[in-house]
């Protein structure tokens, strides 16, 4: 069973950056699809961004295109989120997920940002 545990969240001013780490642990990260998700207050869960397995592969929602990185080690079992130029509305509690096919989904508890001056 896979464990992930994101960190480096916190409060931030307007235009500043922040890096997320989502440490897994229990099962080889090398065989998950891996994504970072975010929820405001009021608001629905949302895609950020995904990674391949490999790490050859990505994708960003429009909103954070241009300013969000996803990147992956997997000798680390590790994934992060470089997240700069941050704004206000990119306040919210951010979420690692795991996605193997044929088998459950893995979340993190997830980690506090909030942009704000």
């Known amino acids: 069973q896979l464990q992930l545990v994101e960190s480096g969240g916190g409060l931030v001013q307007p235009g500043g950056s922040l890096r997320l780490s989502c440490a897994t642990s229990?099962?080889?990260?090398?065989?998950?699809?891996t994504g970072w998700f975010r929820q405001a207050p009021g608001k629905e869960r949302e895609a950020v961004a995904c990674?391949?397995?490999?790490?050859?592969?990505?994708n960003y929602a429009d909103s954070v295109k241009g300013r969000f990185t996803i990147s992956r080690d997997n000798a680390k079992n590790t994934v992060y989120l470089q997240m700069n130029s941050l704004k206000p509305e990119d306040t919210a509690v951010y979420y690692c997920?795991?996605?193997?096919?044929?088998?459950?989904?893995?979340w993190g508890q997830g980690t506090q940002v909030t942009v704000s001056s």
């Open positions: 990674i391949s397995s490999s790490g050859r592969s990505t």
């Open positions: 997920k795991a996605a193997r096919v044929g088998l459950r989904d893995y």
């Open positions: 229990g099962s080889t990260l090398e065989d998950y699809a």
